[in-house]
């Protein structure tokens, strides 16, 4: 059954927490997506990775971090330094160059307690 | 320049009408412009994508109307019904970029039975 499996679904960080937020992909896709959704200002991009070993900087990525040790993985590291991290998070993959196709996972939602 | 502008927030339509939703673009380096569709606590799934080479794509109720001149394109939904229910995002990308895509802000469908 391909796709893309975030994990937890949930998510609950008390402030001054690192979280990290898992994303795997069966799909051998070789870029890799965060973005982040919060009401009424639709998805924006946090990190994204076109192939293993390197990523950049999306629109928003100050106070996250990421790695990309494995094609099938995408880690996503919420840190302290991230302000307002409460907020729907949905990883996503699309197959590569030229195809710009994206899927994305059923998300995690991160709450500060 | 990197923004894509959609409306309305918010549709009400009634089972069988017609539900239409804008938007429009300024980055002309943009080739890509697929719809998706979200459910509540879900991922976005992609609906209907086009490229600038065609005004206009239909997939079963769904069509994307393109104005390339206008940097402009809309999603009609034919015959809508209750479980078209949800909020629907434009997005525009570039085939280069490996599927890295800049999203608008989203618009709440609500179909009446």
């Known amino acids: 059954d391909g796709g893309i499996t975030q994990s937890p679904k949930y998510l609950f960080r008390k402030e001054g927490q690192n979280v990290t937020l898992s994303c795997e992909q069966n799909?051998?896709?070789?870029?890799m997506y965060w973005y982040r959704q919060d009401p009424g200002q639709g998805l924006r991009l946090i990190y994204y990775?076109?192939?293993?070993?390197?990523?950049q900087k999306g629109d928003i990525a100050e106070g996250y971090s990421v790695s990309r040790e494995k094609k099938e993985s995408f880690p996503l590291t919420v840190t302290s330094a991230q302000k307002n991290p409460t907020a729907f998070y949905l990883c996503a993959s699309s197959p590569g160059h030229l195809n710009t196709e994206a899927f994305f996972g059923q998300g995690t939602r991160l709450t500060v307690v | 320049q990197q923004q894509v502008k959609q409306s309305p927030q918010s549709l009400i339509v009634q089972k069988g009408g017609i539900s239409i939703i804008n938007c429009a673009y300024e980055?002309?380096?943009?080739?890509?412009f697929p719809w998706y569709q979200q459910f509540p606590g879900k991922g976005p799934a992609l609906l209907i994508a086009?490229?600038?080479?065609?005004s206009e794509k239909k997939e079963g109720r769904f069509t994307i109307s393109f104005n390339k001149s206008a940097k402009q394109f809309s999603l009609h939904i034919m015959d809508s019904q209750p479980g078209d229910s949800a909020t629907y995002f434009c997005?525009?990308?570039?085939?280069?970029?490996?599927?890295?895509?800049?999203f608008g802000q989203g618009t709440i469908l609500t179909v009446h039975p």
């Open positions: 799909l051998n896709h070789d870029a």
């Open positions: 086009i490229r600038p080479d065609v």
């Open positions: 990775s076109q192939i293993v070993n390197d990523f």
């Open positions: 980055n002309t380096a943009f080739d890509y």
């Open positions: 997005a525009a990308g570039n085939r280069a970029s490996y599927g890295k895509l800049t």
